[in-house]
């Protein structure tokens, strides 16, 4: 199975700052068919989660441009350029080009 | 709106058997793969299996840890996705979120339910 690990695990921003995620996976995301399937979930307290990214930089519909995805291969970011009140939770992110889907373990950003 | 209701969720003893429930709105039920997703408490996030639609099959795939004791099914007629869970184990203690796939390839999942909780204790 694909391992994905996240960092940091925890993180607290001011905000209006900037915050960024890294994401690698034990093997490489890019499929033949030239998409690289990584994506980003965000679950905010007592939610479900949510899609924010997907095939690695592509935002997802009502996804606020101040979060962005990029990386290649087995490394991955997920910024946010300007941390709000609102996007506090615990980010995941996961790859899709190998079954069983799996997941990193997440990185709970909370604000100062 | 696109809405996904999980129901059936509860308390069971190890070894026991729990079916959950996804009830879909607010889209063409048959035209989606649909996938299950859990969260033991605590936790991050494991897939757990996902069904294809009927035009690519119907077929399924699941997790190391379902295979051989759960099963996905769908029924388009009623646009509810199914999860069949037998031989329970304190370990599949978690919450259950269905989740509509977007997407051919990948867990591209737009919209998830509320989730059910599943306890599997004596």
């Known amino acids: 199975d694909i391992v994905m690990t996240q960092t940091p695990l925890s993180l607290s921003v001011t905000p209006g700052q900037p915050a960024s995620i890294s994401c690698k996976s034990s093997q490489s995301l890019l499929h033949s068919d030239g998409k690289t399937y990584l994506y980003w979930y965000l679950q905010k307290p007592g939610q479900s989660p949510q899609l924010l990214i997907y095939e690695v930089s592509s935002r997802f519909s009502g996804v606020p441009d101040r979060f962005s995805g990029s990386g290649s291969g087995t490394d991955f970011t997920l910024k946010i350029s300007r941390v709000e009140a609102e996007d506090v939770g615990v980010y995941y992110c996961v790859q899709g080009i190998h079954l069983p889907w799996t997941f990193g373990p997440g990185t709970k950003v909370d604000i100062k | 709106e696109v809405q996904l209701v999980e129901s059936g969720g509860g308390l069971v003893q190890p070894g026991r058997s729990l079916r959950l429930s996804c009830t879909a709105s607010?889209?063409?039920?048959?035209?989606?793969?649909m996938s299950w997703v859990r969260q033991a408490p605590g936790k991050g996030l494991e897939w757990v299996a996902f069904i294809r639609r009927k035009a690519y099959g119907g077929t399924t795939e699941y997790a190391a840890s379902a295979k051989g004791r759960f099963t996905i099914s769908r029924d388009d007629s009623k646009s509810i996705a199914y999860l069949q869970m037998n031989s329970l184990k304190t370990e599949d203690t978690a919450v259950y979120y269905c989740t509509k796939r977007s997407a051919s390839y990948g867990p591209r999942f737009d919209y998830w339910g509320q989730g059910a909780l599943v306890t599997v204790s004596s």
């Open positions: 607010g889209f063409t039920f048959g035209d989606y793969d």
